[in-house]
């Protein structure tokens, strides 16, 4: 069974920084796509940002140049670094993953179940 765990969410002032980590663990060959989402109280839940296992980037909009994902393969984890933060990026923070179950078997989604981000003015 996968499982994703993320950490490092927390409580921090307008343009303070977190670092947010998901770890991927369980019966799995190789993670493909990693990818942070965030859901906001009465909102729907976005895509924040996508790293491909060899590291191409993408962005939202509203974080690029404040957030920056990568990973490391060895250890099966995605980090969030999400710097100058703003109120609006209250919300709860979800790591997803893109993860083969068995040699040769297409990737299923998983997600975690979400570490709160919340800023304060």
């Known amino acids: 069974q996968v499982q994703l765990v993320e950490s490092g969410g927390g409580l921090v002032q307008t343009g303070g920084s977190l670092r947010l980590s998901c770890v991927a663990s369980?019966?799995?060959?190789?993670?493909?796509?990693m990818r942070w989402y965030r859901q906001a109280p009465g909102k729907q839940r976005e895509l924040v940002a996508t790293?491909?296992?060899?590291?191409?980037?993408n962005y939202a909009e509203s974080v690029q140049g404040r957030f920056t994902i990568s990973r490391d393969n060895a250890e099966n984890t995605v980090y969030l670094q999400m710097n100058s933060l703003k109120t609006e990026d209250t919300a709860v923070y979800y790591c997803?993953?893109?993860?083969?179950?068995?040699?040769?078997?297409?990737?299923?989604?998983?997600w975690g179940r979400g570490t709160q981000v919340t800023v304060s003015s």
């Open positions: 997803n993953a893109d993860i083969p179950p068995r040699t040769g078997w297409h990737p299923a989604e998983y």
């Open positions: 369980g019966s799995m060959f190789g993670v493909y796509a």
């Open positions: 790293i491909t296992r060899d590291g191409r980037q």
